[in-house]
């Protein structure tokens, strides 16, 4: 009976004595705890028990401060406003105005004192030595004829400008060893990207014709107005790259005319100016050889070169550069004589 009443849980009091009583009290306790006691739950248990309860969303407080969707504010622009944009406006199209005339304005300037230098440079030359030494040997040197090592850069830069670009220089075709691209200078659009070539052309076309007809030393004249001129880049890695393909070694140069010993041609007057770098000399080679004599004349930078077209036989010689002077350049002008008509006009 006690055992059963104990089972059962139950305060045993009475008969059994109080031991009973502590006894009876602790397996209460034990089969209640083994009876109800919960499971714990997992983690992902909880989560989905969390998710299930209803979240409170809390209305941000700068969607107060914002007009309906249905109910924006119209935008009212006053007359002050649009005065002030279109002061806005004006100010700066006159600012680009401006810019653009000023610029303008430069490049004219520049225009006319690189135009101004040539002429006043041409003039200077002497006249008499000129051409005895064309009369005695065909050609005459002169060193630092433009005298001016900014203008000298410009057009250096011209040169080495053209070269980059792929389609204003054609590789010459008549030495494919030499490395050397060349373009005939003809002003218009060509202008804008080499102008100090361009006006070198010109200025010197219109200014060293009459001055050597001066000396009565040729017997004919020469067109002021018209000539025949090139630019001439050469590029050391151009050239490597050609010989690496070439199973021999090129031949030699032929001695030939400017006029290509045509008497119909009208080239009479070779000129020949030198934009090579400062720091280049003899053993980079370039220049011109004369068959008479076989004297060479070096490129050197502001140097002007002048020979007969038709009578006297040169060559080129190949430029070589070295690895820190892999460009050099000239400009080559032909001038010519006038035509039967022009002199019967004269």
């Given at each position: 009976m006690a055992a059963a009443l104990m089972a059962s849980g139950l305060v045993v009091v009475g008969a059994f004595g109080p031991q009973y009583q502590l006894i009876s009290s602790n397996l209460a306790s034990m089969t209640a705890t083994t009876l109800f006691a919960k499971r714990k739950m997992s983690m992902k248990e909880k989560r989905k028990k969390r998710a299930k309860r209803p979240q409170k969303v809390t209305r941000p407080s700068v969607l107060d401060r914002t007009p309906k969707i249905d109910a924006w504010e119209k935008t009212v622009t006053t007359n002050e406003a649009v005065a002030q944009m279109k002061q806005k406006e004006d100010s700066r199209e006159k600012q680009v105005v401006a810019r653009q005339a000023s610029d303008l304005i430069e490049t004219q300037r520049k225009s006319v004192d690189t135009l101004t230098l040539i002429k006043e440079r041409t003039e200077a030359l002497p006249y008499e030595e000129v051409t005895k030494a064309i009369e005695s040997k065909g050609y005459f040197v002169f060193d630092d004829f433009l005298g001016k090592p900014e203008l000298l850069d410009e057009m250096e830069k011209e040169a080495?400008?053209?070269?980059?670009?792929?389609?204003?220089?054609?590789?010459?075709?008549?030495?494919?060893?030499?490395?050397?691209?060349?373009?005939?200078?003809?002003?218009?659009?060509?202008?804008?990207?080499?102008?100090?070539?361009?006006?070198?052309?010109?200025?010197?076309?219109?200014?060293?014709?009459?001055?050597?007809?001066?000396?009565?030393?040729?017997?004919?004249?020469?067109?002021?107005?018209?000539?025949?001129?090139?630019?001439?880049?050469?590029?050391?890695?151009?050239?490597?790259?050609?010989?690496?393909?070439?199973?021999?070694?090129?031949?030699?140069?032929?001695?030939?005319?400017?006029?290509?010993?045509?008497?119909?041609?009208?080239?009479?007057?070779?000129?020949?100016?030198?934009?090579?770098?400062?720091?280049?000399?003899?053993?980079c080679g370039g220049g011109v050889t004369f068959e008479e004599g076989s004297v060479t004349v070096t490129p050197a930078r502001d140097r002007l070169l002048i020979f007969r077209s038709d009578t006297c036989s040169y060559r080129s010689e190949p430029c070589i550069g070295t690895d820190s002077l892999a460009n050099s350049a000239c400009i080559v002008n032909h001038l010519i004589r006038k035509t039967v008509d022009e002199n019967a006009k004269s």
């Open positions: 080495v400008d053209m070269l980059k670009s792929t389609d204003k220089l054609s590789r010459d075709i008549s030495d494919l060893d030499s490395g050397e691209f060349t373009t005939l200078i003809q002003g218009g659009d060509q202008y804008a990207d080499i102008p100090r070539s361009v006006e070198f052309i010109v200025s010197l076309t219109r200014h060293l014709p009459p001055l050597l007809e001066e000396q009565d030393f040729f017997d004919f004249s020469f067109d002021a107005t018209a000539s025949a001129g090139s630019l001439r880049v050469f590029d050391r890695n151009a050239r490597e790259s050609t010989l690496k393909l070439l199973k021999e070694d090129p031949p030699p140069r032929q001695f030939g005319f400017a006029n290509e010993g045509d008497a119909s041609d009208p080239k009479k007057l070779t000129v020949i100016y030198f934009l090579a770098p400062s720091d280049w000399d003899s053993s």
